[in-house]
């Protein structure tokens, strides 16, 4: 079973930074896509930043020139560096992958726990 691991959130200070990362374990073949999404009080989850295929990154236009994300292939990690945060930012943050069982199968969606983060002006 392919499990994904939470850590990094917590409180801090407008302008501060935090780094979330997320640990994929369990049985599978490669990991497609990796990354972050949020969902604030009353708002619908976004894509915060991923990679795709290794290669491609994305960032929503609100976390662009702010947050880096990153992938540690040899720890099966995704990274996401988050510097001079807003009060905007503050959400429930939750690790996403797309995982790939096996060579002949599709990959599947797999969701961590999600990790508060809250910023305080």
């Known amino acids: 079973q392919v499990q994904l691991a939470e850590s990094g959130g917590g409180l801090v200070q407008a302008g501060g930074s935090l780094r979330l990362s997320c640990a994929v374990s369990g049985n599978f073949f490669r990991i497609n896509t990796m990354g972050w999404y949020r969902q604030a009080p009353g708002k619908p989850r976004e894509l915060v930043a991923n990679?795709?295929?290794?290669?491609?990154?994305n960032y929503a236009d609100s976390v662009k020139g702010r947050f880096t994300i990153s992938r540690d292939n040899a720890k099966n990690t995704v990274n996401l560096q988050m510097n001079s945060l807003k009060p905007e930012d503050t959400a429930v943050y939750y690790c996403h992958a797309n995982v790939q069982r096996t060579l002949w199968r599709a990959g599947d969606d797999v969701w961590g726990q999600g990790t508060q983060v809250t910023v305080s002006s």
């Open positions: 990679i795709v295929s290794d290669v491609t990154t």
